[in-house]
Nanobody, 115 residues
């Protein structure tokens, strides 16, 4: 069993940056393919970054160049660096396996981009 706890969100101005963290419990993190997801008000949850257990990354075109996913297996932690934040990035951000599993959704961390 594994649990994920997200942190690092906050209120930022457009153009700002944030680094989100996802701390995993248990001992299997290093073999998991991970993803960062977000859900904006009134919208479906979407995958915004993915990283394999080997460290290969993938992004949708909508965030490519601004989002960077990484992982530190020694710390059981995945990260999401978000640069050049836009108001449309406002959402609750979650980490989960990729593909996601219903049993692993956590509370997420709120990112609000506003001037």
């Amino acid at each position: 069993q594994v649990q994920f706890v997200e942190s690092g969100g906050g209120l930022v101005h457009p153009g700002g940056s944030l680094r989100l963290s996802c701390l995993a419990s248990g001992s299997i993190f290093s073999i998991l393919n991970m993803g960062w997801y977000r859900q904006a008000p009134g919208k479906q949850r979407e995958l915004v970054a993915a990283i394999t257990h080997f460290g290969n990354t993938n992004y949708p075109d909508s965030v490519k160049g601004r989002f960077t996913i990484s992982r530190d297996n020694a710390k059981n932690t995945a990260y999401l660096q978000i640069n050049a934040l836009k108001p449309e990035d406002t959402a609750v951000y979650y980490c989960n396996t990729n593909p996601s599993s219903e049993r692993y959704w956590g509370q997420g961390t709120q990112v609000t981009v506003s001037s």
